[in-house]
C-alpha cells in the first residue's frame, strides 16, 4: 500500500500542471488567428490610419481647387514641361491646384465610409429580415422572399444612375443610404437559408422546450453561431457597395465638393489625364482603390476559412 500512495502522489501534481500547460498553448489555438484575416486587417488599417492621421502632419486644405500649384508630377519625376517634383507636394498635384497627398488622405477614408455605411444598413435589414423569414416562415416569409427577389432583379446601377442624376446635389451619407436600398436582398436569402438549415438544431428544441421567445431564439442562440459568416457577408457588402460608388462617382454622379477616390479619377478622365501623360493623377487613386479591395478580399477569405472548418484544414 505504501508503494501505491507513493505513486498515485508522485502522479497528482503532474496531471495538474498538464492543463495548465495545454491552457497556456491553447490559448493562441483560434481560429480567428487566421493569417488571410490578420493581414487584411492590417492593410486595411494602414490606409484608415493614414488617412486619419495624415490630418495632423499634412495641409488638407491642399485637397481643395487651387490650393498648390498646377500639374506637378510626383517627386523623382519630370513632367511634359519639364517641371520637376518637389518635396512640398511629394505626390504631385493636378491641373485644379490639387494636391494628390492632400486628396488620398481625405479621399481614402470617404471612399471607405461610404462602403461600411451603405453595407451595414443592408446588413442589418438582411439580418432582422433574414432570421424573420427563416425562422418564423409561414406568410412572413413568403412576403420577405417576394420583396428579396423582386428587388434583386432591378438593375440598381441604372436606377441609381437616375436617381443622382436628378438630384442636385449629393453628400456621402445621401449616397450611402441610396446603394443599401440595394444591398438588402442578397444577404435576407443567405441568412434566411442558413437559418432554415439551423431551426431544425438540437439547442434551438432545447431552447424552445426551455420557454425561450422567438426572438431570444433567434439573436441569442442563432445569430452568435452565424457570426462568421455574417461577417463575411459584410465585407462582400461593402466590397460591392465601394464598387457601386467608385463607379457613380467615376460618371460624376458622386460629390463634388467633397474629395472622394471616385471623383479623383473622374476629373482625371475629364481632363485626359491619359493622354497628357499625367498618370499620377489617376494612377494613385487607382492603387489605392485595389489595396483596399485587396485587404477587403483577405478578410473575406479569412472569415470563409474561419466559418468553414474543411477551407481551415485544407489551408493548414
Do not use: C
Not at 444598413?121 to 429580415?129: C, P, R
Not at 441604372?158 to 436628378?166: A, F, G, K, R, T
Amino acid at each position: 500500500m505504501g508503494s501505491t500512495l507513493d505513486t498515485s502522489g508522485l502522479a497528482t501534481p503532474r496531471a495538474a500542471s498538464l492543463p495548465r500547460r495545454m491552457g497556456r498553448f491553447n490559448r493562441w489555438d483560434t481560429p480567428w488567428l487566421n493569417p488571410k484575416l490578420l493581414a487584411g486587417v492590417a492593410l486595411l488599417l494602414v490606409i484608415l490610419l493614414s488617412g486619419l492621421l495624415g490630418r495632423f502632419f499634412w495641409d488638407t486644405d491642399l485637397a481643395f481647387s487651387g490650393k498648390a500649384p498646377l500639374n506637378l508630377p510626383p517627386v523623382g519625376f519630370v513632367n511634359t514641361r519639364g517641371q520637376a517634383g518637389t518635396w512640398e507636394h511629394p505626390l504631385g498635384t493636378e491641373n485644379s491646384g490639387r494636391d494628390m497627398l492632400a486628396l488620398m488622405i481625405v479621399g481614402a477614408p470617404n471612399s471607405f465610409l461610404v462602403g461600411v455605411v451603405a453595407a451595414g444598413v443592408g446588413m442589418t435589414v438582411g439580418v432582422i429580415l433574414g432570421f424573420s423569414a427563416g425562422f418564423i416562415g409561414g406568410r412572413v416569409d413568403d412576403v420577405i422572399r417576394l420583396l428579396s427577389d423582386v428587388t434583386v432583379t432591378i438593375p440598381s446601377l441604372m436606377v441609381l444612375i437616375v436617381i443622382q442624376s436628378l438630384m442636385r446635389q449629393v453628400d456621402l451619407t445621401t449616397m450611402a443610404l441610396l446603394i443599401a436600398v440595394f444591398a438588402w436582398p442578397t444577404p435576407t436569402r443567405l441568412i434566411r437559408a442558413q437559418v432554415l438549415s439551423m431551426r431544425a438544431s438540437g439547442y434551438v428544441h432545447m431552447a424552445r422546450l426551455s420557454g425561450a421567445s422567438t426572438w431570444a431564439i433567434m439573436f441569442r442562440e442563432i445569430l452568435p453561431n452565424l457570426t462568421p459568416y455574417i461577417f463575411a457577408s459584410f465585407i462582400g457588402n461593402a466590397t460591392g457597395a465601394i464598387l457601386a460608388a467608385v463607379g457613380l462617382e467615376t460618371l460624376g454622379l458622386g460629390p463634388q465638393r467633397v474629395p472622394t477616390l471616385g471623383g479623383t479619377i473622374y476629373f482625371a478622365i475629364n481632363a485626359a489625364a491619359l493622354l497628357r501623360n499625367m498618370w499620377w493623377w489617376w494612377g494613385l487613386p487607382t492603387l489605392m482603390l485595389a489595396l483596399i479591395f485587396i485587404g477587403l478580399l483577405l478578410i473575406n477569405l479569412g472569415f470563409d476559412e474561419i466559418a468553414n472548418p474543411r477551407l481551415r484544414r485544407s489551408s493548414q
